[in-house]
């Protein structure tokens, strides 16, 4: 697969993760989905939520910061997966939160193709490492669960975002 600059510098962060990243790209080259596994716990952990919490979260985020760490939306679109640094999975502590990270392998489409239903990156990653901070992150699920118990649904809007001021999040 090629592409980019700007996918090379992607494509080269997310390999330096693996034990062998060649064997990670011929991975990305032979899957029909080009889906990779790659560690979790190396770079990076990976927090997921349900995409009822998953995607006001993310609103909530990218409302605050010019642009957030990697986020991941599984094939179903049932669980979000937030990209944070390495360690923040063996100390995380929450209900309703699935932990990777040292010890676990997580799926990851190739950065830059389009989503065929599967997979997906809702924010890829920039290829410079930047991740999402686990106290903003905190910070931004605490914000959304009070949304949501306000009477909020976190639905999708069409963006495929959970919109705070979006059809379905705030009831209308």
């Not at 995409?51 to 939306?73: C, E």
């Not at 990777?100 to 799926?107: D, E, M, P, Q, S």
């Amino acid at each position: 697969m090629s592409g980019t600059a700007g996918t090379n510098r992607v494509v080269e962060w997310l390999v330096s993760a693996a034990p062998d990243p060649g064997h990670c790209r011929r991975e990305w080259e032979r899957s029909p989905d080009g889906m990779a596994m790659l560690p979790a716990g190396r770079l990076w952990d990976v927090l997921s939520v349900s995409s009822t919490l998953g995607y006001p979260t993310l609103d909530i985020l990218t409302s605050r910061l010019d642009r957030p760490g990697p986020v991941l939306s599984e094939p179903d679109g049932a669980r979000i997966g937030f990209f944070v640094p390495a360690g923040t999975a063996a100390r995380w502590l929450g209900t309703g939160i699935r932990c990777a990270g040292r010890g676990t392998w997580i799926v990851v489409p190739y950065p830059g193709t389009a989503s065929t239903g599967g997979l997906r990156w809702l924010v890829p990653p920039d290829g410079h490492g930047t991740l999402n901070d686990p106290a903003l992150f905190e910070l931004a699920l605490h914000e959304a669960a009070a949304r949501l118990a306000d009477g909020s649904t976190g639905e999708p809007d069409g963006d495929g975002r959970g919109s705070p001021n979006g059809p379905g999040f705030d009831g209308g």
